[in-house]
């Protein structure tokens, strides 16, 4: 009897955790699914604060490693250093957002610039004359040059179907080889404008302050807000996120998807030249390879981020502190002493990582549904 027992006993136990098909799960394995489930959860949670985890990790290592690092003078500078990166990134957010992307954002920044220096000192030669405009209209116009740029890029790749990468790949040496032609090579330096004509003051716009904080920080603070607001409370956001998921059903919704793509590649062109203002006016001298590179930089920022690369998933508050890390690296990187060539390499790796912690998060993601 006891032999039989024996050979009876594993069949038995494993009835009681396999319930029959079509039954109820029993308790016992409930619990084991809701803790499997809660494993998922938590890591998914932890991935989601990675950034906030990246910020505190370089922000403690350089202060640890670097004497003056916290300083109130170093402090100032990176925050020049951010705001360039976080403009940026925060037009490409809305870009990627749909799907999509911008290569063509650094070569705006060069050509802006060079466009704001042209202006200043020479001003438009019409006939005989030469029409001198004042800083605001410089500033208008050039933003209105980057608006023009973004426009197109989003007509190349709404109306004539042309991939996004490859458009603005395109545009991209369109636009460099533009900057470059514009003064055979060379850079518009003393930007300081004519009195007698009533066209100085453009300094200020990348070294003024307010509060004693710079021009620059309050202008990332208005587009931060800006951005934040269309793409949470707006319709267009709604969209923009909408594109982003499911192109197809968007379009079969009704959603005017050309329109809002325009809207996005045009606010991206617009932020570039912003950015090419800011950059021209902290230089005083508009150099035609400026923002070289600066789109990957930006790219990087939005995926650190958080911004799914495939669209529709994605916060541009996440991408604005994505660019303080990815500034203060740079920072903290020279401070320390790394050669450019290995600066070169670590920005490589923090960008390879963010997308494979970001493929990450998507399968983990799938995966936690899938216990939902």
Not at 208 to 234: D, E, H, K, Q
Not at 258 to 280: D, H, I, R
Request: aromatic content about 8%.
């Amino acid at each position: 009897m006891s032999h039989i027992s024996s050979r009876h006993a594993p069949h038995a136990t494993a009835t009681q955790l396999e319930p029959p098909h079509g039954a109820e799960p029993t308790a016992a394995s409930g619990s084991l699914l809701g803790s499997r489930k809660g494993r998922l959860k938590l890591l998914l949670r932890i991935l989601k604060l990675r950034i906030f985890v990246a910020l505190a990790v370089v922000l403690l290592y350089f202060s640890l490693t670097t004497g003056n690092f916290l300083s109130t003078a170093n402090l100032l500078i990176m925050a020049q250093h951010i705001t360039v990166i976080a403009i940026l990134s925060i037009g490409m957010t809305l870009v990627i957002l749909t799907g999509g992307i911008d290569l063509s954002v650094g070569s705006v920044v060069g050509f802006s610039g060079m466009v704001a220096g042209f202006l200043i000192s020479r001003g438009i030669p019409l006939g005989d004359q030469v029409l001198l405009l004042n800083v605001f209209e410089v500033v208008v116009v050039t933003c209105l040059v980057g608006l023009a740029i973004g426009l197109v890029n989003g007509a190349l790749v709404t109306w004539l179907n042309v991939a996004p990468f490859i458009a603005t790949l395109g545009m991209l040496y369109v636009v460099r080889g533009a900057a470059l032609l514009f003064n055979d090579g060379a850079t518009f330096s003393e930007l300081g404008g004519h009195a007698e004509f009533g066209n100085t003051g453009f300094a200020l716009l990348g070294g003024g302050t307010l509060f004693n904080v710079g021009y620059p920080v309050w202008l990332l603070v208005a587009m931060t807000v800006l951005a934040a607001a269309i793409a949470a409370r707006t319709p267009i956001g709604r969209y923009i996120y909408a594109i982003g998921g499911n192109e197809r059903a968007a379009l079969f919704s009704g959603l005017k998807v050309k329109k809002v793509k325009l809207f996005v590649y045009a606010f991206s062109g617009f932020c570039a030249a912003l950015v090419g203002l800011v950059v021209t006016s902290q230089l005083q001298t508009a150099h035609p390879m400026t923002g070289n590179t600066y789109e990957l930089m930006a790219i990087a920022a939005v995926v650190l981020g958080g911004t799914a690369l495939s669209g529709g998933r994605g916060t541009v508050i996440g991408s604005v502190i994505g660019a303080c890390v990815i500034s203060i690296l740079n920072d903290g990187m020279v401070m320390s002493g790394v050669s450019s060539f290995w600066q070169m390499v670590i920005m490589g790796l923090v960008i390879i990582l963010a997308v494979v912690i970001d493929q990450l998060q998507q399968r983990l993601q799938k995966k936690v549904m899938v216990a939902l």
